[in-house]
Structure formats: C-alpha cells, structure tokens
C-alpha cells in the first residue's frame, strides 16, 4: 500500500482511479470535455469547522469572512453561505454584488481594497452594513465626506510579513514598502484624521502574506504583537481583523498547520482587550478542497527530459508559474495497483507542460511519475484557489468549466 502524503477519505485511488467526493475523477473529466475544476464541498466544510473550532477556543469571539477572491464560484458561495460558518471578504464592488447575489446578506460582508476608486466608494455608501477596512489616508478622507459618522476599520502594515517558505513574492508587508495599510509612523494621523471627517475607527485590520505554515509561526505570532500596539491606540476597539494566509501542505515535506498553536497566538495577543477576532482565509478553505483535471496531449521524450503536455496552461493555474508555489501532479487512472505503479523502480522524472506559448508555462519540472500516455488525465491538486479565479484567455485558451461535488 501507498502511503500518499496527499490522500485523505475523500481524496484518494479507488482500484487504481483517481477519486475526488466520491467522483471517478477520469470519468468526470471525460464527461466534461475539456480542463475542468472539481471541489469537494465536504472537505471545504470540514475546513470551515476545523478553523472555527480553533477560532472558539480562543475564548475569544470570533467570525470568518472567506477571502471570495480566492474562488468565487457561485455554487460553492452558496454552498458555504448554507453552512452558515462564514461570512465574505470583497475587495472590489464586482465581489459585493456576487456574494449578495449567491446569497449573503450585505451584513455578512466586509470590504478590504486597495486604490480604491470614487466610484467604489459610492457603491459602500449605499450598503451601511458592509464593514470597511480604510488602507490609506486618501481613503480615510474620502470616506468621510461620503458617510460621515460611519464606524470603520484601518488597515495597518506592522513591517513585517510571513508566506510560505521563504518566497519573497507571497509576503505583503516586510523590508520593503508596501501598497497596502498604513504604517505605526502615519497611525496617528490617520487615527486624527478619522475624528476630524467624523469617522468611528473601531478595529485593525492586517494581512502580511499567504500560504505561511508551522514554520512561519513564530514569525506571525511576531506580527500579532506589533499589530497589538495600533489597537491600543484605538479609543473604543471592538474587533481585530488578522486578514489571511493561513497555508496547506503543497509538498510531501510541508505538515498541516498546527491550529491549536495558531490559536494559542491569538489569544496570547488579544485576550483581555475586550475585542473580537476575525480571520479572512481564501486558501486553507478552498485550496486543497479543489482540483484541476487535464489531458495529456504529448507524451515525448526531448534530449534527456520526458514531457507531458497537456490541454490547459498557467492562464488556467497561474500559481506554479509565476509563484513558484507547487500544484501536485497525479495520475488520474493508473496502469497497475497503486503499489505497483508508483514502485520508486516504476516512476519517471518528468516535467509536465501546458499549452500556452511561453516558456514559462510548467506545472512541475522532474517529477518522479507513473508512465503516462496520451490520452490519460492527470489532476493537479490544491488548485481549488487561486486558479480559476485567476484565469485569463491568454492565447485564447481560457475556456475551463467548474463542478461542485456534494
């Protein structure tokens, strides 16, 4: 028997095929006609309960507001609006209108963006119950002569910043100036700038990278005790917002995120400030919950690297290009029992290509894989976010479709 690192009840070979929810994934696949996604709404409900469970034992009160820019498909909105675990983090005026639309009140709703526009301020003054995080003085003020009186939230940047490993471009805030919040240096003036347009600031907001794990704790719980100190600037504070970035394993090396640790953080840095927590995870609910299943189209050896291409590119799962961050390549149907078709004697370093007309475009370079053929399917996992809600039509190839499984 096989011992994947990857596999769980719901993830798994069923007698050498690859199944996702129950779904023969090659068979789906086939049926579908084309790239597609597949998410298991199970395990994106076993995500929320996990990271609500650990949020409750805090002691603290606490709410999610799921990152939807992460995956906006309209079916799994709904599908977690049903569960009634988790609210919606937008950042654009399009996102508002999506969430609504597949079913959250505007009440459940917070609103974090960057340059943000007239235009997308007139949108908020006509919603008062979505929450606003302010990420510059421009926007401070123009918030005040819009919906003067309102209760806001700022988003600050501690300086400080986590992600996954030491990937420099999943970190949104260190060594280097950020866009995004404003700095201890300008909080003040912020903080006298929202009385003086006669705006309430009740909370922070901060979010300092993506995709961090246990080895990035130590340095998160770092950010929550910087990030501290603008809440205790704060008159009345009544919630901190410690945004996203909560990570999942993307190879066999990475282990699962410790949530009691995580949650001991948190409570650590809070408690006693009489304020709730809110956490705005895309990735840990949607990543490992979805796939992308492909079709080899090329199965060709050149000089010393066997290819397998494929029928959709990076415009489709832009991660593994431009952030170097892994999707795991798998065999949808194997040619033997799973022990003997992925036997270490058995496999094949190969690199796996898509069809976009860059050189870029590769999904994993010498990975040690089953043989393929073409015609095969193959699954590329933790694609469940920031895949399809990053896609373009580059090359006029942007054509996926997407499924829920329940």
């Known amino acids: 028997m096989v011992d994947f690192w990857w596999a769980r009840p719901d993830l798994r070979y069923v007698g050498g095929r690859l199944h996702l929810a129950g779904t023969d994934l090659a068979q789906a696949a086939a049926a579908a006609g084309g790239p ?64 609504v639309q597949s079913g959250f009140r505007t009440g459940d709703i917070s609103y974090t963006a960057t ?19 302010a990420d510059s003085l421009s926007m401070i003020r123009r918030l005040g002569r819009l919906m003067p009186g309102r209760a806001i939230g700022i988003r600050v940047n501690p300086a400080l910043g986590v992600g996954y490993g030491e990937n420099q471009l999943l970190r949104y805030s260190g060594d280097r100036t950020s866009k995004f919040g404003i700095y201890r240096e300008q909080f003040p003036e912020a903080l006298a700038l929202a009385r003086e347009v006669g705006l309430s600031v009740e909370g922070i907001h901060f979010h300092v990278g993506c995709g961090y794990l246990n080895g990035q704790l130590e340095a998160w719980g770092q950010v929550l005790r910087e990030c501290r100190w603008f809440l205790e600037q704060v008159d009345r504070p009544r919630l901190v917002n410690l945004g996203g970035g909560l990570g999942v394993p993307h190879v066999a090396t990475d282990q699962p995120l410790d949530l009691d640790r995580w949650a001991g953080l948190i409570r650590n840095a809070f408690a006693g400030l009489g304020v709730a927590v809110w956490v705005e995870p895309g990735d840990y609910i949607v990543k490992d919950a979805g796939l992308l299943m492909l079709q080899v189209t090329l199965a060709e050896r050149k000089r010393n690297t066997l290819f397998y291409g494929v029928d959709g590119g990076f415009n489709l799962a832009i991660e593994p290009a431009f952030y170097s961050l892994p999707c795991e390549p798998v065999p949808a149907v194997l040619g033997a029992e799973p022990a003997i078709a992925w036997a270490p004697d058995a496999l094949t370093p190969a690199t796996i290509a898509g069809n976009i007309n860059e050189a870029l475009d590769l999904f994993a370079q010498d ?24 896609g373009s039509n580059h090359c006029m190839r942007g054509t996926a479709t997407e499924h829920l499984l329940v």
Not at 40 to 54: K, Q, Y
Not at 115 to 133: E, G, T, Y
Not at 370 to 384: F, T
Request: proline residues 5%.
């Open 367 to 390: 990975v040690p894989l089953p043989a393929m053929r073409e015609g095969d399917y193959l699954a590329l996992l933790n694609a469940g976010g920031y895949a399809a809600a990053m």
């Open 115 to 133: 340059s943000v526009s007239d235009a997308d301020l007139a949108v908020l003054a006509r919603q008062p119950d979505i929450w606003i995080n």
């Open 36 to 99: 597609a996604f597949f998410y298991s709404g199970a395990r994106v409900l076993d995500n929320l309960r996990r990271l609500r469970a650990a949020l409750d034992s805090t002691g603290l009160d606490g709410a999610i507001r799921y990152a939807m820019k992460a995956n906006r498909f309209a079916p799994l909105l709904t599908w977690m609006k049903l569960s009634g675990l988790c609210g919606i983090d937008a950042c654009s005026p399009a996102e508002v209108r999506h969430a």
